[in-house]
């Protein structure tokens, strides 16, 4: 079992930067390939970002690429999620998740999820 808290969320104006944290308690971290996704309202949760266990693969959605990096630091029980070029349609919840598959992309390949934290960015 692994609990998962998000914070580092909050308002932000268009073309501004927040990081996202995501702590980790109960097993060791580095068993787990950890992701972000985000839902908006009235949206379906959807994929933003993973890295692998050992944090030398990382993936990204197209509509983060080169603005979102992800990222995690084992010893401190942590990955992070540095968001740049903030824009309106980013305005979501974020949500760290954590799964045992090497690449996992997907909802249902992620076993333990935090509460998520709000993002909303401003135009």
């Known amino acids: 079992q692994v609990q998962l808290v998000e914070s580092g969320g909050g308002l932000v104006q268009a073309g501004g930067s927040l990081r996202l944290s995501c702590a980790a308690s109960?097993?060791?971290?580095?068993?787990?390939?950890m992701g972000w996704f985000r839902q908006a309202p009235g949206k379906e949760r959807e994929f933003v970002a993973a890295?692998?266990?050992?944090?030398?693969?990382?993936y990204s959605a197209d509509s983060v690429k080169g603005r979102f990096t992800i990222s995690r630091d084992n010893a401190k029980k942590t990955v992070y999620l540095q968001m740049n070029s903030l824009k309106p349609e980013d305005t979501a919840v974020y949500y760290c998740?954590?799964?045992?598959?090497?690449?996992?992309?997907?909802?249902?390949?992620?076993?333990?999820w935090g509460q998520g934290t709000q993002v909303t960015v401003s135009s």
């Open positions: 890295i692998s266990w050992s944090g030398r693969n990382t």
């Open positions: 109960g097993r060791t971290l580095s068993d787990y390939t």
């Open positions: 998740a954590a799964g045992v598959f090497e690449v996992a992309t997907l909802k249902h390949e992620y076993d333990y």
